[in-house]
T-cell receptor, first 111, second 112 residues
Framework: GQQLNQSPQSMFIQEGEDVSMNCTSS?????WLWYKQDPGEGPVLLIA?????ELTSNGRLTAQFGITRKDSFLNISASIPSDVGIYFC???????????FGKGITLSVRP | DADVTQTPRNRITKTGKRIMLECSQT?????MYWYRQDPGLGLRLIYY???????NKGEISDGYSVSRQAQAKFSLSLESAIPNQTALYFC???????????FGQGTRLTVV
């Protein structure tokens, strides 16, 4: 089945820094989603992308749907302590396909 | 109130016991999912249902069963719990017209 690759497993940054994460697939997806999971909570949708090349922002977060349709990027600018959590990418190859998740990246922000 | 509600939030059970985790949603979505989360392994799909009476196995369905009693309810059962089923379990919903999945707050299950 499809697999989504997210690496590294953990990232450590200083408060105020920008951070970029990417997600790659061996097959084409027509939808990319980015989720954040706070400790003890369920994942919450941050950004949804539906078209190759699409660039979408949500506050300090910006995500892009790669032109090849096999990757997506999430950028967080001017990080703050509450950005701590696990960031998952997810993708779907077609409308009736199930959503596939990456393994997530755990982000730590040092004050 | 949460749109996707899971009960219980925490459960400790003994090896060999049958246990049911419940999920209900008020979003009006037709599709529902059960995922399992283990550290470093991300979210793995156990079972999913695109409508009442539709049940599909995910990537790790062995040892689990589900029931879609109504459009708003999707329960997950462990017929005979074993310690390696200790994990965080999430229910999620989506609508066939969109792609976004919405998650419950999770059930932390410990099998001793």
């Amino acid at each position: 089945g499809q697999q989504l690759n997210q690496s590294p497993q953990s990232m450590f940054i200083q408060e105020g820094e920008d951070v970029s994460m990417n997600c790659t697939s061996s097959s084409i997806f027509n939808t990319w989603l980015w989720y954040k999971q706070d400790p003890g909570e369920g994942p919450v949708l941050l950004i949804a992308l539906y078209k190759a090349g699409e660039l979408t922002s949500n506050g300090r977060l910006t995500a892009q749907f790669g032109i090849t349709r096999k990757d997506s990027f999430l950028n967080i600018s001017a990080s703050i302590p509450s950005d701590v959590g696990i960031y998952f990418c997810a993708g779907r190859p077609g409308a009736n396909s199930k959503l596939t998740f990456g393994k997530g990246i755990t982000l730590s922000v040092r004050p | 109130d949460a749109d996707v509600t899971q009960t219980p939030r925490n459960r400790i059970t003994k090896t060999g016991k049958r246990i049911m985790l419940e999920c209900s949603q008020t979003k009006g979505h037709d599709r529902m999912y059960w995922y399992r989360q283990d550290p470093g392994l991300g979210l793995r799909l156990i079972y999913y249902s695109f409508d009442v009476k539709d049940i599909n196995k995910g990537e790790i369905s062995d040892g689990y069963s589900v029931s879609r009693q109504a459009q708003a309810k999707f329960s997950l059962s462990l017929e005979s719990a074993i310690p390696n089923q200790t994990a965080l379990y999430f229910c999620a919903t989506s609508d066939h017209r969109t792609t976004e999945a919405f998650f419950g707050q999770g059930t932390r299950l410990t099998v001793v």
